[in-house]
Structures are given as C-alpha cells and as structure tokens.
C-alpha cells in the first residue's frame, strides 16, 4: 500500500524565527477503478481503505446496490520507476446479471452530464438513481447530539493530528456513536469510503444516520447521502445551493455551519429535535 503521509523539508517561519526541519504532509496519488479490466474512473486520493473508496463509489455512482453486485477486487499490478506495485489500480469484477456501465464515470458525473441546462436536471437524475426512500425516514437527532459532532470528528482524525491538511467523513448514529469514520484529501472520496464501510458490511440503506463531514456541503456530497439512504447530512461550513435543492427534493435534511453552540438547518428542519 502506498503511505498516507511523507515527509519533506520546509522553511518554517514563524514571526523573527526561521528554521529549517522536516514536515508530515497527507499523501495524494491516483486511484484507477477498473471494471472487468475496462479503466472507468480514475480519482485523486489519499491511499488507505481502498476497496472501501471503491465499493463506495461505486455505490453512490449507482453501479452497486451491495456488496453481492461485486464477485471479486484486486490490486493490479502498476508499477513505479524502480518495479514495484504502487497499489494505485483496482480492478473490479462484477456478480453474474450486474450490468456494467455503457459510458464512463467522472467525478460530478451528475454534475457535468447537465451542465449548461440546469441544476433540476441533475436533481431528477438523482431522484430516478436512488433506491432509498430518504424522505420516509423516521429517524430524529437531538441537537445537543448534533452540536457535539464536529468534536468527536475532529478527535478521531489521526492522520489529520499530523499533517492538518485531510477532510474527514464521519457516520454518526442519532445518540452520535461514531460508526465508521475516514479520512482523505478529497471530501468525496472521504464519503465514499465511509459509505463503501457500509456497503461491504451489507448495511445499505444507512437509515437514521448523521453524515458529518469537515469543510462545506456539495450538491456531489448530497448525492452520495442520498444514494446511500443516508437521512441527515452536517458540515461545518456552508452548503451551495444546488445541495440545498437536491436535500429538499430527496427528503435530506441538510445542516450548515455546525460549529460552536450553532448551526444552520436548511431542510427537513423536523429531524431535528430542539430542546424544550
């Protein structure tokens, strides 16, 4: 496997001191995904937990619906300038009847695939993937629960305790025990391997759970709740607007800013129990 941190010298400066001294920086390499040894998407991650990046994402891309849509993955072989396996390409193969994709994926596949037409165009290609009724789910969070997420993220972020330079995905149970928790350059593929944990232990859809992520909350973000069943989606920072739509379309019930002793709900504000 490849590291998920190196280190590399740095000038530190710091007010009348300068110094020089080694820094941990989070590793970034390309992850190829491969089905049936046809390339279909190739992401930027931190190496780590992927086959879990891979069921993910190929979840929340509708190509899986569980871990029995996926008959084997393995490493193959890619290798550097000195002959050894980088570990940066997997190869999937697909069950029997599972069928594989006639176009290629990309990341903000929804995105681009509507782009110059409008963001309701994306929002319906979402509500036709998903096979999770989201706005049936009957799951409520306390908001003293709620509030209490962006530390627990924060403290499980070992990697992060190093190089402060990866976003974290949290999953997060209404009483806020912390199921599965990731880490990654790239918020997306933080979400995936959250969400692919899920799909390998076959517990898809992940009702009346809280998806905590750091950073702000994409319309790509939102899908990926949304295709795994996920009821209630939380960053820290603030939401764009066609996450805000694709969260009241689908039953999400989407949190911004959730830092402090505040937040902003911005759908489905009745998960949310308040103090009396």
Request: aromatic residues 4%.
């Amino acid at each position: 496997m490849g590291r998920v941190t190196s280190r590399t010298p740095v000038l530190r400066i710091r007010g009348a001191q300068h110094s020089t001294r080694p820094d941990t920086v989070a590793a970034e390499e390309p992850l190829e995904i491969r089905l049936v040894g046809t390339p279909l998407a190739v992401t930027m991650r931190t190496p780590g937990d992927d086959f879990d990046l891979v069921h993910g994402f190929l979840a929340t891309e509708g190509v899986i619906s569980g871990p029995d849509d996926v008959a084997g993955l393995r490493y193959c072989d890619s290798v550097d300038a000195e002959g050894r396996n980088t570990y940066n390409v997997v190869d999937v193969d697909l069950a029997p009847g599972v069928p594989i994709p006639d176009t290629g994926l990309e990341r903000n596949f929804y995105t681009s695939s509507s782009c110059g037409v409008c963001g309701k165009a994306s929002i319906d290609a979402i509500r036709t993937k998903t096979s999770y009724d989201v706005a049936a789910d009957a799951g409520r969070v306390p908001l003293e629960v709620l509030l209490a997420l962006p530390d627990r993220l924060r403290a499980e972020q070992q990697v992060f305790e190093k190089t402060g330079g990866l976003h974290a995905a949290g999953l997060f149970t209404a009483a806020g025990e912390l199921g599965a928790l990731r880490e990654d350059v790239g918020r997306h593929n933080a979400v995936d391997k959250v969400v692919g944990d899920g799909v390998r232990a076959g517990r898809l859809p992940l009702a009346g759970h809280v998806l905590m992520v750091s950073g702000r909350a994409s319309f790509e973000l939102t899908q990926k709740a949304a295709m795994a069943g996920i009821p209630v989606l939380a960053a820290v920072s603030a939401p764009s607007s066609l996450a805000v739509e694709l969260a009241r379309e689908v039953g999400i019930t989407l949190v911004g800013f959730l830092r402090g002793d505040g937040c902003n709900v911005y759908t489905h504000t009745e998960r949310i129990v308040l103090p009396e």
